[in-house]
């Protein structure tokens, strides 16, 4: 391991401005924590909500790093953690938010809790791809909806981040899945295994009708909110569930109460925030880690390299709707 006391970081200084490549102190594992050598950062939306200071739900005090998600390899361990040891390749969704140290960083102090042992087969950056994306649709589908074998499951936005996962998530359950998404993106959703339906031209009722029988879907996972959710109310089953990673604004509830249907938020980042609940982040990514060396998940990434010179780049990309995949840059 490189004894150097200091490591290279993209800084954020101020909102909205370039990430500045600076030498840091390197951060040393508290009671609890390993210290991980980061190998690949992962690039979500919300990381650029939280660059423009747009995201008043994930407020990160500045100057700051940024980076939700990471892959990399342990290179100390602090006092009380058993689970690691050094050399281990782990994956988390460790910091970013709520003044946590990002992933946009050579080194990071982080929670073992929030850790797992990275899939056999996968690159560091396949890896550093998943934890956001894939603990938000784990506990949507598994921990609010139950979904389960025989369910029919509907994934509104199915060829995005979450929505991806979400289909992988409810098939490897035994489930027949359903995905809404644009007409250029329905060979994405038919190969992760979903019907695509193209909801620009096929109006909830109609698909409903088509699909179902006018019965509805037993999930619904929202992933976009706004109208996509409205949707969803009209789309599930008698004594079905809606669940959504994007709940925010008002909607009218009728639909869903005249089908004795229930609903369910998902926010992930409230463990990061609030310490509660870290221990089951590591549970879900062990539960990645068991469908991905099982041959049952797999990740879409955006082919284009970026290093820490080129986080900026990174971010222009996915700001642009030009990334064909997860953005991911590489660190180690």
Request: no cysteine.
């Amino acid at each position: 391991m490189n004894t150097s006391s200091s490591m290279q970081a993209a800084v954020l200084e101020t909102h909205g401005a370039s990430f500045r490549l600076a030498s840091v102190p390197r951060p040393v594992p508290a009671a609890g924590q390993v210290l991980v050598r980061i190998m690949a950062s992962g690039i979500n939306p919300l990381d650029l909500k939280i660059r423009a200071g747009a995201a008043e739900h994930a407020g990160h005090p500045l100057p700051a790093i940024l980076g939700i998600d990471m892959a990399g390899i342990v290179a100390a361990v602090g006092p009380g953690v058993t689970s690691f040891q050094v050399g281990d390749e782990v994956y988390g969704m460790t910091g970013g938010v709520g003044g946590v140290q990002g992933s946009l960083a050579e080194y990071a102090a982080v929670d073992a809790r929030l850790l797992a042992l990275k899939p056999t087969h996968f690159t560091m950056r396949e890896a550093a791809s998943l934890p956001l994306v894939f603990i938000t649709a784990w506990e949507g589908l598994v921990d609010r909806a139950g979904v389960a074998a025989g369910h029919t499951v509907l994934v509104q936005g199915g060829a995005g981040g979450v929505g991806s996962m979400a289909i992988q998530i409810a098939l490897a359950r035994g489930a027949r899945v359903y995905a809404t998404d644009a007409a250029a993106r329905a060979d994405i959703v038919r190969q992760l295994g979903a019907i695509p339906i193209d909801y620009a031209q096929m109006p909830v009722e109609e698909y409903v009708a088509t699909h179902t029988a006018g019965r509805g879907f037993d999930v619904v996972f929202d992933t976009a909110g706004g109208a996509s959710l409205d949707a969803s109310f009209k789309a599930v089953a008698r004594f079905g569930h809606v669940v959504s990673s994007l709940g925010w604004g008002t909607h009218a509830l009728a639909p869903l109460s005249f089908r004795a249907a229930t609903y369910s938020g998902v926010f992930t980042l409230l463990p990061l925030l609030t310490g509660e609940g870290r221990a089951h982040h590591g549970e879900i990514l062990r539960e990645a880690t068991r469908l991905a060396d099982a041959g049952l998940l797999r990740t879409l990434l955006d082919a284009r390299q970026f290093d820490l010179d080129a986080v900026g780049a990174a971010h222009a990309l996915l700001e642009h709707r030009e990334a064909r995949g997860k953005v991911v840059v590489s660190i180690g």
